[in-house]
């Protein structure tokens, strides 16, 4: 099993930037897919990004693509979610996901994880 804890988030202006961590227990990190997720209140949890156990592969959703960046240290068990350019509607609880998987190919549902940390607040103001 793996323990997810994330950090980072805060309140930033729109144009600004922020960088959420999530620090995996265990010793067999590298072993696992992780992935971001965000949801608002009263909607799913959507995909946002996504990386392979390796760091090879990574996807994102359009509306992200070319302003977030994932990427995992796995000496550190750590992944990151590098958010630049933010906009209002980048407002959202934001959830790390794992799920052991040693594959090149990443996945983008809830249902393919099984670990989840308890999220983390981001707020962009107009």
């Known amino acids: 099993q793996v323990q997810l804890v994330e950090s980072g988030g805060g309140l930033v202006q729109a144009g600004g930037s922020l960088r959420l961590s999530c620090a995996a227990s265990g010793r067999t990190f590298s072993t696992y897919a992780m992935a971001w997720f965000r949801q608002v209140s009263g909607k799913e949890r959507e995909f946002v990004a996504a990386i392979n156990w390796s760091g090879g592969t990574t996807d994102y959703t359009d509306s992200v693509k070319g302003r977030f960046t994932i990427s995992r240290d796995n000496a550190k068990n750590t992944v990151y979610l590098q958010m630049n350019s933010l906009k209002p509607e980048d407002t959202a609880v934001y959830y790390c996901?794992?799920?052991?998987?040693?594959?090149?190919?990443?996945?983008?549902?809830?249902?393919?994880?099984?670990?989840w940390g308890q999220g983390t607040q981001v707020t962009v103001s107009s």
């Open positions: 996901a794992a799920q052991r998987l040693r594959l090149t190919v990443v996945r983008t549902t809830t249902r393919e994880y099984g670990y």
